[in-house]
């Protein structure tokens, strides 16, 4: 996979990729936000059916809200063949990510790792994932944090496939649903090699 190169702008890529072949990962600009939604929702909208109607529209209104929000320290995207089918957004710490100061953590985290439903398998996330690490190590983090639920089941799978393991004294409760955490390793991890 290609490596990440700081460009002048301060935005993020891959050096491979840019034919279509691979996902091409770069920081969204503004005129990319306007698209997050539409990739987000599509992404999410396998959901839609597991969970009650007015948690979905709930959670499709905390998408919409996390996207208006500054409080990212990155907003990466992923391309194939020039469209962004994917993204990932990258928070300093729990606090920025949750509010939620308490779970201690205080190094990136990742949420709303999204990729179009025909974008998938593609290498899209795991793209995303090794970029949002490289951008985490690049600034001295020595790990990098996500949140999920059982609901994404082929989501953790990857996680687990790429070197996360269970944070169980960073994981929370949403009404009944166990907010499970999982940390990646940054200093030796395959996944940057």
Same mark, same amino acid.
């Given at each position: ?9 301060? +935005?993020q /890529? ?9 996902? @091409? ?8 936000? /306007?698209?997050?939604? =539409? ?44 469209e ?14 949750y ?5 201690g953590? /205080? ?9 179009? +439903? ?14 949002s690490?490289?951008? =985490? ?8 944090h996500? /949140? ?15 070197? @996360? ?6 994981? @929370? ?21």
């Amino acid at each position: 996979m290609g490596n990440i190169e700081a460009q002048s702008n301060g +935005s993020q /890529h891959t050096t491979e990729g840019a034919d279509g072949s691979e996902p @091409f990962i770069r920081e969204a600009t503004t005129e990319d936000l /306007h698209l997050l939604e =539409a990739v987000l929702l599509d992404a999410y909208s396998q959901y839609e059916q597991e969970l009650p109607h007015d948690v979905w529209i709930a959670y499709k209104a905390s998408i919409v809200e996390a996207i208006e929000q500054s409080s990212t320290v990155a907003k990466l995207v992923a391309e194939l063949d020039g469209e962004v089918v994917g993204s990932v957004f990258v928070y300093a710490s729990s606090d920025t990510a949750y509010g939620r100061p308490e779970l201690g953590i /205080h190094s990136p985290v990742i949420r709303l790792l999204g990729v179009t +439903s025909k974008a998938r398998g593609r290498g899209v996330a795991t793209g995303l994932i090794r970029a949002s690490a490289q951008f =985490a190590r690049e600034r001295g983090a020595n790990t990098l944090h996500l /949140h999920t639920s059982d609901m994404m089941g082929e989501a953790i799978r990857l996680y687990e496939r790429l070197g @996360f393991e269970r944070a169980y004294d960073k994981e @929370f409760t949403t009404g009944q649903t166990l907010v499970k955490s999982y940390c990646l390793q940054l200093a030796n991890t395959p996944l940057l090699q």
